[in-house]
């Protein structure tokens, strides 16, 4: 059958005559249905962009980022609940200045630099979840250590002086019966890149790293394996319930008050991304690399040892507040001066 191409009406059809009324009240639809359509858009609980709040959201290259890393890819596609905007940054220090500074609403960075962000913000700053458990390890060119107590008369390398890993270290090993100055000889590298070229090539037989460096090296030298997992070390060495939790969430105390909802859908948001990360790895080394968080290659492999987690509440509170005695009795500035108080957690989320 033929039809009037521009009309789509068949041809020699019988057009049906409108009266003067039915034309004024078919005018009349057209000007509101603008208006209809308009309403229908503003709805609550409709998907537009508008309405979706902004977080503006700081990540740390390394393993404190990678749990976040889902929840990254989530966003760029535009399926999160918030409209997070995130950052990447190198190093923690930067990430710091940037919550202190209100750039940026909530970060994921080491958790005793949230402690530290507390004190010098006077309570600007507050914990919501830790993320990352620890991600501390001693290598080992061979297969002599299987336990603290075999670091007796070794020489161990180590990055980290006057800083977590030390102090870390040198608590376990004082609570395992060593003297960490008499009984083990400990070599200070100042970067990690340094000390894990020297332990790849073989000069470095024993030596304290973090992932993703530990990946690295035995990536790079077959010979190399993790001798001894700190975090598993403390969790048999402590007796106050504490863990070694070393990446956290923070997020400005005025954000918090101002936008509850918007960080409760964001914690909801977070803790998938963390369960995902450690679901699917091979999807979460790719986005690693996309963001510029850890190589593909390395994340594919370092992920399982990251001890990726998500705790918040009381659980989070009782291993949190170990961990920082245990800095703070080594260096008080570690943890920013002092203990936090309990305002600094927020629980109940």
Known sequence: ??????TGTRAGAVRPRRSPAAARALFGLLLLLPAVLGGCAATPGTPAAAQRPTVRVAALKGPTAVGMVPLMAAQAAGTTATDDVFTVSASPEEVAAKVASG???IAALPTNVAAVLYARTNGAVRLLAVTTLGVLSIVEDG???HALSDLRGRTVYA???????EYVLRFLLRSNGLDSDADV?????????????????????????????????????????????????WSATVTDGSRLMMGAVVV??????????AVDAFLREYRASVAQATADVEATARECERFDIIPAAVARAAIPRLNLTFLTG???????RGYLRVLHDADPASVGGAIPDSRFYVTGR
């Not at 059958?1 to 521009?6: H, N, Q, V």
């Not at 009381?314 to 949190?320: D, F, L, Y």
Request: charge should be negative; glycine fraction near 8%.
């Open 185 to 233: 000889h400990l070599v200070f590298k100042a970067q990690h890149e340094e000390l894990a070229t020297l332990v790849a090539n073989g000069t470095a037989g024993l030596a304290l790293l973090p992932e993703p460096f530990v990946t690295t090296v035995t990536m790079k030298n077959p010979r190399v394996r993790v001798a001894l997992d700190l975090t598993r070390e």
């Open 1 to 6: 059958m033929r039809t009037d191409s521009g």
């Open 314 to 320: 009381e659980e989070m509170v009782a291993g949190v």
């Open 252 to 261: 400005r105390s005025e954000f918090l008050e101002r936008h509850p909802e």
């Open 143 to 145: 297969d002599s250590v």
């Open 103 to 105: 750039d940026v609403d």
């Open 159 to 165: 990055t980290g002086q006057g800083a977590n890993p």
